[in-house]
T-cell receptor
């Protein structure tokens, strides 16, 4: 069974540009989560989808971040316009509706110059 | 609000030594879950264990063991006879078992474990 996949693995962009990160959860997992780890800090929750609906987006830092999960399958996280402080590793995780354990993808390393 | 503290930023041991990674948590939830994840140099977060708040039995899996003590709000992780392949960043995490924020993981800062040959 394929795990959670994320694309791209790395992204280097300039301040003011737009970047879109993609996450493909494990097949059949209705819960999808986005987290971020900024350099030197702990991993922080961004938001949680249940199927295509946003269950909790309390961790989204500001309105430059837009997450979507059309059709309840893969999810995208768009940063527009990117700022220097957006640099970090963005993790995606998924779980079944009944399960409490989240399985993580390899992360996308974003560097904003 | 939930909080997880991993006081040890870095630990360095020599192969075959036992090592314990500490984790202390704070939560107002009566039921919750505790987790440990491993992040090897390749970068992905690998799930190691989940413990329910109502189950204080310690768990052993091979060289790994976990000690959950509700009285001290601690969930410590011990690696026995450490190996070089255990070198990684280890994260302790906490989530509520219900409510609107169910599933939302609160992570500790991580402990970098280096095992020298």
């Amino acid at each position: 069974e394929a795990g959670v996949t994320q694309f791209p693995s790395h992204s280097v962009i300039e301040k003011g540009q737009t970047v879109t990160l993609r996450c493909d959860p494990i097949s059949g997992h209705d819960n999808l989560y986005w987290y971020r780890r900024v350099m030197g800090k702990e991993i922080k929750f961004l938001l949680h989808f249940v199927k295509e609906s946003k269950q909790d987006e309390s961790g989204m830092p500001n309105n430059r971040f837009l997450a979507e999960r059309t059709g309840g399958t893969y999810s995208t996280l768009k940063v527009q316009p990117a700022e220097l402080e957006d640099s970090g590793v963005y993790f995606c995780a998924s779980s079944t509706l009944a399960a409490e354990t989240q399985y993580f993808g390899p992360g996308t390393r974003l560097l904003v110059l | 609000a939930q909080k997880v503290t991993q006081a040890q930023t870095e630990i360095s041991v020599v192969e075959k030594e036992d090592v314990t990674l500490d984790c202390v948590y704070e939560t107002r939830d009566t039921t919750y879950y505790l987790f440990w994840y491993k992040q090897p140099p390749s970068g992905e977060l690998v799930f190691l264990i989940r413990r329910n708040s109502f189950d204080e039995q310690n768990e052993i899996s091979g060289r790994y063991s976990w000690n959950f003590q509700k009285s001290t709000s601690s969930f410590n992780f011990t690696i026995t006879a450490s190996q070089v392949v255990d070198s990684a960043v280890y994260f302790c995490a906490l989530s509520a078992a219900g409510g609107t924020s169910y599933g939302k993981l609160t992570f500790g800062q991580g402990t970098i474990l280096t095992v020298h040959p």
